[in-house]
């Protein structure tokens, strides 16, 4: 093989011109070689098609992998067509990783490039052009070699782990390739919904592609942001199972990716200038991965807070859904069940896991203070439960008194007795002295009851 490219650079450099892989060795640092000069090398591969078969049989990448690998946003539909027509099996060659062209293709779609449109102001918007050759070029590739939607790579990753911003590039994968949905990495065990929830460089798209020169600098890059419209594809539950929920070898969901991504965002104390749009579309993925796990009986309206509830979600996260939706946190849901509700019934279930189920249920005091007075189906408020629970947090305490100070001199409807009694009942295992000393000092006058009798 090495004589074949000799062969090739030879005769390329006879005729005074530099070859195909010539063309294609840019660096990104050098002012005099740092772009594709793309009209070269579509007419090296017309003129020089046998140029193309280079290194297709050896480890190295093949041409056209370098040419997808390049670090520039665009490259024109028509140069891949021009590889496929000279010659056809490069298609099937797969880099020292086991990266396949349609790999790569659908790689670069995952990574956010700068998209600077100053030449023509009149020219189409450059994001859309940049989608739509990219969308053709995977269609060229998955049309030339369909069986490369189930190839994975070394790290046991298939296109599909890394289809994040077109929906259309991602119903092609899926419709070559159904069981990718379900298909998990060897490294890390993720699906393609985690990869799509995660909103940090991951080790594989780092890497820089440029194999042929893997001493060079590594371009910045950083991830686009994920399509709510993908999302919805590779969210979509079956009957045993539901992506959204799958843990990977760490433990991890997207679900549980998809609300660090958005905390860090909401929690950043300087935010820039596009961070409200990020934080929109990753509201709106979220949305997608609640509405697949949370199940709205038929004819009534989805109710994020009282889902994000039930999926614990972050203080943070409750923080924005109820800045989005006030109203629901008054609301009740087909079980007549407040999410303040709902979050004192998960407590009592588990209160071993309540640390942030208490910043949420004092996010939702302070948005409307009316849910501490709210029951639940037995008549009784959250101030009981928790008592009945043992659960403390002094926090969480002071937020319900100060929301419904009533409540401490009310008797609870299904044991008749006073909050703080209740707590100093729970038993053995649940009795919370801490509780009952913070009821007994926001309405000391309640022990008077007692003493009475």
Not at 403 to 413: C, M, S, W
Request: proline share 6%.
């Amino acid at each position: 093989m090495g004589s074949l490219v000799s062969l090739l650079i030879g005769e390329a450099e006879e005729e005074g011109a530099p070859s195909l892989l010539e063309l294609l060795d840019v660096d990104p640092q050098n002012e005099g070689n740092n772009r594709m000069n793309w009209e070269r090398i579509l007419r090296r591969l017309r003129t020089h098609p046998e140029e193309a078969a280079a290194y297709c049989h050896s480890v190295d990448p093949s041409p056209l992998l370098r040419c997808l690998s390049c670090v520039e946003a665009e490259i024109p539909p028509a140069v891949i067509q021009a590889f496929l027509d000279a010659y056809d099996d490069t298609v099937y060659h797969s880099d020292r990783n086991g990266q396949t062209p349609l790999l790569q293709a659908v790689r670069r779609t995952a990574v956010a490039w700068s998209t600077d449109n100053d030449d023509n102001e009149e020219e189409e918007d450059p994001a859309e052009r940049i989608q739509k050759d990219a969308r053709q070029i995977i269609q060229l590739l998955l049309e030339a070699n369909p069986s490369a939607a189930r190839h994975s790579d070394s790290t046991g990753a298939i296109p599909l782990h890394f289809a994040r911003t077109d929906p259309v590039s991602a119903r092609l994968l899926l419709d070559a390739f159904p069981q990718g949905v379900h298909q998990v990495d060897k490294e890390r065990g993720r699906l393609p919904l985690h990869y799509l929830c995660s909103l940090s460089l991951e080790k594989e798209t780092e890497e820089n592609n440029n194999n042929n020169n893997e001493e060079e600098e590594e371009a910045p890059l950083r991830l686009a942001l994920p399509n709510p419209k993908v999302a919805k594809l590779l969210a979509t539950p079956t009957k045993t199972s539901n992506p959204v929920l799958a843990t990977d070898n760490e433990g991890l969901r997207p679900l549980d990716m998809m609300y660090d991504g958005l905390v860090t965002l909401l929690t950043k104390k300087n935010r820039e200038e596009d961070d409200a749009f990020q934080i929109d579309t990753l509201w709106q993925v979220l949305t997608v991965l609640v509405q697949s796990v949370v199940i709205t009986s038929p004819g009534k309206t989805f109710q994020m807070v009282h889902a994000l509830v039930s999926l614990r979600c972050p203080a943070a996260i409750m923080a924005e859904a109820l800045r989005r939706f006030p109203d629901q946190a008054v609301e009740r849901d087909a079980q007549g069940r407040t999410p303040l509700l709902i979050a004192v019934a998960m407590l009592q279930q588990q209160p071993q896991h309540g640390g942030d189920m208490c910043k949420v249920i004092c996010e939702l005091l302070k948005c409307n203070k009316n849910a501490a007075r709210m029951t639940d189906h037995e008549g009784r408020l959250a101030i009981d439960t928790l008592a009945e629970a043992g659960v403390y947090d002094e926090q969480l305490f002071e937020c319900l008194v100060k929301a419904e100070p009533r409540a401490v001199d009310t008797r609870d409807l299904k044991n008749k007795q006073h909050p703080f009694i209740t707590a100093a009942m729970a038993g053995p295992d649940k009795s919370n002295a801490s509780s009952v000393y913070h009821l007994l000092r926001a309405k000391p006058h309640v022990i008077q009851y007692y003493m009475l009798d």
